[in-house]
């Protein structure tokens, strides 16, 4: 008997295939595996909030899917050539008035119209010393906000700064007045009080929080957040009537979740790219699961790169720096690696992004020219087969985040690329918290830091190339130019570009950039990683943007076709 | 008695306070705080931004100092916000511990009752077909990660079979839609798999040492000399021989009750179980002093309790030992 109960168990756990349909537009599940926090977007910082948040309100502006700024709250994006944005000379100082208008229907949950008195408001509490914000430098590049008298949809906007960014307010999120009001006014004198009393910690599920095309039902931290159909929303009607975000941590569980239909799609937050790729190819093995789930990718904003520590005096040479580059066989790694999915960097710029430029120094894989570089800057093969300069031996050392699979396999890859040239690479990695908060904050790697830079589009590297950038211990260790890389052309140009309101003239600045910095290599471009998704096979519409602003703040476009049998 | 209760409570706060200051110093030590590292990957946040940041947390003043203001603030009962969640400590962590309570007492008392009488029994049958078949599962229990277990279960019983749920503590969205009774069961049916993750590793360790234990107080003399006296096999067994071989098993049980609200991380992590032992992880990972503080003292506080009651039971068991 019990041998019969064991054989039948273990030939329905062989044969049984998953019995879940797919699911209809009466509720779709996502799995995520990133924490999320309160949804108050004026002080969110994790990256799955604001996934969250877009599916209930909408920025004042936003990157669509096309990497084109665009309104979402407003009604036109002002220009200077629309007569929206105007430069103004106040006593010789030359201002940035800029005029906005928002939607005339555009309403919070509770019916009340979203008002110019509401991003006002905003402004003031993203602006106050007590409240801690993450993007405080969206708020402070604003003078003052006036509300038109005749119309509260119309405000004129008057910025400290002349420069040509003025519109990329994707950070300037907007809060209720007429509920985040009074809070503000009670709690704006007292250090982190508003953190702890805003109406998204303490009555999340209130309707009047959020303006977009779902409301939140339920929100319960470290676990799922519900959200339902929000009845006023203003725009097209979300085609799904619920939305459950469900918070899973580890990758494994939440691809078992996806397969027990416990969840109907892993979100860009989700799943890691080795695993994508193996799930991929089980998808393309088995046609029940083919039927069921598509995995989808996209190039994304993150630059995976290593950093030259250029205070080293063998990585100071730029022929050794070229040489590395020219020695290590990048598409190689991105097939062998990524098959192919995650592409090879030319510089920081995303193919995507308007400054993207061709027309720059390339370095072809070839040990010869790698070799005859390194022979110029002064380095000969020994009787060892390293290559050697004054009797000293051609070592390396380079660090990551330990842990890290993909990274620690590039490192091989590296070492043994380069080993064939007559240089020893060393490793020594260390856990994200060390590396990241002392070893590359201090840059304090002695050759080369292997990690990767976020970006947005549309965003001169200021933060990342500008010799102010650069960490030490008079400016307390700030700034992300950790190599050292001081360029006086760069220095010019990353500083004028914000002046230029001629978007050729900026490309043509941002082209140049890219050219010295291809030119010099203070850094090793290395890929771009991807961004990926498992979505259920009946869903329509889904986009992932590959920036900042994620698929959901185009929800409203989702929709599952009738194939499916729902929950 | 009294008086030695009295002192070994009056110890374990001194050792708890202790304790407390060496956790808030280590804390404060850890390399790159994680609001530095969030900063590093704005591309709108300034060093102004996270000097302001981190003077709004009190971070701009030195550890001790924030220390005390913490042991002040939880002396008169106030436990704090959260900086991960900027909800106040209690709201977060009092139903995650309520949640990890279910969990570990759940798993523990089943331990319990599968491997104290599970010890004995094989104990009773050493180098039998029964002894043997246990002893390999117990050490394939013991040996086997509990990462890979919990997996194993969620893809047979999850995945394949749809029996269990696979990961939660219960299902989402039917609040108000379904009776007491169906949310009680639905919780049930959410604890199967987490449960019998852990239970089926500490049965494993616990039906070992009872078995060993067992096996050494039989072979004793006054086992022998009870036989002798003609005392039925039962009475020798579970009064003579059992209650003696208890008494290093009740250590090991009454530390298995210590860990109960520090959890078990990596179950709760597989099943997103919505438990405390991820949620101390976690916060002392995103250098939440207020939540990781918290769950330092209810952690350690509970294992000199569990120490306490451990030495307590000692002495029910064992008349020999008497405290003055």
């Not at chain 2, 569990?306 to 405290?323: E, G, K, T």
Request: hydrophobic share 45%; glycine share 6%; proline share 5%.
């Amino acid at each position: 008997m019990l041998k019969k109960l064991l054989l039948t168990l273990l030939v329905s756990t062989v044969v049984s295939t998953n019995g879940h349909a797919l699911p209809s537009n009466k509720q779709l599940t996502i799995g995520i595996t990133q924490e999320f926090e309160n949804l108050n977007p004026i002080i969110f910082s994790m990256s799955a909030s604001s996934y969250i948040y877009f599916m209930a309100s909408h920025p004042l502006v936003a990157i669509d899917p096309d990497w084109k700024w665009q309104c979402w709250l407003c009604t036109t994006l002002p220009t200077i050539e629309n007569g929206l944005a105007k430069i103004i000379d106040e006593k010789g100082v030359k201002k940035l008035h800029v005029s906005w208008e928002l939607k005339p229907t555009a309403v919070w949950g509770d019916g009340q119209p979203v008002t110019a008195e509401d991003v006002k408001l905003s402004w003031e509490i993203g602006l106050n010393a007590n409240v801690s914000t993450p993007s405080k430098d969206i708020y402070e590049r604003i003078e003052s906000i006036a509300v038109d008298p005749k119309d509260p949809k119309k405000f004129t906007m008057v910025f400290k700064e002349v420069r040509y960014d003025y519109y990329q307010l994707g950070s300037l999120y907007i809060v209720p007045a007429h509920i985040e009001g009074p809070v503000f006014a009670k709690t704006k004198t007292q250090q982190g009080a508003y953190e702890k009393q805003t109406t998204f910690n303490i009555n999340p599920t209130n309707p009047a929080l959020y303006n977009g095309p779902y409301i939140v039902k339920e929100i319960k931290l470290g676990s799922h957040v519900i959200l339902d159909r929000n009845p006023k929303y203003y725009g097209k009607k979300p085609a799904i009537d619920r939305i459950i975000m469900k918070l899973i941590p580890n990758t494994q569980t939440l691809e078992s979740n996806l397969m027990a239909g416990s969840i109907d799609m892993i979100s860009e937050l989700g799943m890691s790219f080795d695993q994508a790729l193996a799930f991929e190819k089980r998808v393309g093995k088995d046609k029940t699961l083919q039927s069921k789930y598509a995995v989808q990718y996209i190039d994304g904003m993150i630059y995976e790169h290593i950093d030259f520590n250029l205070r080293n005096p063998i990585l100071a040479d730029a022929k050794v720096r070229k040489a590395l580059l020219h020695a290590v066989d990048r598409d190689k790694l991105c097939e062998a690696l990524f098959e192919n999915r995650q592409k090879k960097a030319l510089t920081m710029i995303h193919p995507r992004d308007i400054y993207y430029a061709e027309n720059v120094t390339k370095y072809e894989y070839s040990q010869e020219i790698a070799l005859k570089l390194l022979e110029e800057a002064g380095w000969k093969k020994a009787s060892s087969g390293f290559l050697e300069k004054d009797g000293q031996k051609f070592t390396l050392n380079i660090m990551t985040t330990s842990q890290n699979k993909t990274r620690e396999l590039v490192e091989v890859f590296l070492q043994d690329q380069w080993k064939k040239i007559g240089i020893e690479l060393t490793i020594n990695n260390e856990p994200a918290r060390v590396f990241f908060g002392e070893t590359v904050k201090k840059a304090a790697y002695p050759g080369m830091a292997m990690y990767a830079w976020v970006s947005s589009p549309d965003n001169p590297p200021r933060s990342t190339l500008h010799s102010k950038e650069i960490p030490t211990l008079e400016n307390s260790w700030n700034g992300q130019n950790s190599g050292g890389w001081s360029n006086k052309r760069i220095d010019d140009l990353l500083v004028n570009i914000f002046k230029e309101f001629d978007a050729q003239k900026r490309k043509v600045m941002m082209e140049e950039v890219q050219k010295i910095y291809t030119d010099e290599v203070p850094v090793m471009p290395l890929y771009m990683r991807a961004d990926v998704a498992v979505i259920p096979a009946n869903l329509k519409g889904f986009k992932m943007p590959g920036h900042q602003f994620h698929s959901t703040l185009n929800i409203d476009t989702w929709s599952l076709d009738g194939s499916g049998q729902g929950h | 008695m009294t008086a030695y209760i009295i002192r070994r409570l009056i110890q374990t706060i001194i050792v708890v306070l202790l304790l407390s200051f060496v956790s808030y110093a280590l804390m404060g030590l850890m390399p790159g705080d994680p609001l530095d590292i969030a900063c590093q990957a704005n591309p709108h946040c300034t060093p102004e931004n996270l000097d302001q940041m981190k003077k709004a947390l009190g971070l701009d003043q030195p550890v001790y100092v924030r220390y005390f203001k913490w042991l002040q603030g939880f002396m008169t009962g106030d436990l704090g916000y959260s900086r991960t969640y900027r909800l106040p400590i209690t709201d977060i962590l009092i139903p995650r511990l309520i949640n990890t309570l279910y969990l570990s007492v759940t798993s523990l008392v089943l331990s319990i009752i599968i491997a104290i009488p599970l010890g004995v029994f094989t104990s009773l049958r050493p180098n039998t077909k029964f002894d043997y078949t246990l002893n390999m599962f117990a050490f394939a229990g013991i040996s086997i990660p509990s990462f890979w277990l919990a997996l194993m279960l969620i893809i047979i019983f999850a995945v394949k079979l749809q029996i269990f749920p696979a990961s939660g503590i219960e299902t989402i969205g039917l609040e108000g839609e379904i009776s007491t009774f169906e949310i009680v069961w639905d919780r049930i049916n959410h604890l199967v798999l987490p449960v019998t993750t852990l239970s089926l590793l500490t049965v494993a360790f616990w039906v070992r040492y009872t078995r060993a234990k067992m096996l050494e107080t039989m072979r004793f003399d006054y086992i022998r000399t009870a036989r002798a006296k003609g005392l039925p096999e039962s009475r020798v067994i579970y009064m003579h021989g059992l209650r003696n071989a208890l008494i290093p098993v009740v250590t090991v049980i009454a530390l298995g009750f210590s860990s109960i609200f520090s959890g078990a991380v990596i179950t709760e992590t597989v099943f997103a179980y919505l438990g405390a032992g991820k949620l101390i992880f976690d916060s002392i990972f995103a250098n939440d002093y207020n939540m990781a503080m918290c769950s330092f003292i209810i952690t350690s506080f509970m294992v000199l309790m569990m120490n306490l009651f451990a030495d307590l039971l000692y002495a029910y068991l064992d008349p020999r030992i008497s405290y003055t």
